[in-house]
């Protein structure tokens, strides 16, 4: 299975939708963000530090990624 990221610092976030992951409990706890509306590309950032890194994968080796949880 392919996991590998792309580099986030070539994406463009401007437009980036992030939602919380739909396992949070909704009071800001240890949670991730995600956009997935980005062309070729999905985005994940930390909740607590949405100025900080973002990591970027291509669209399929996420699914291969949430797949692996919803077993």
Known sequence: MDL???SAGGV?????RWRTSSRSNGTGGNCVEVAGNLPGVVAVRDSKDRGGPVLAFRPAAWRAFVNQFDR
């Open 4 to 6: 590998t990221g792309v």
């Open 12 to 16: 463009d976030l401007t437009d980036a």
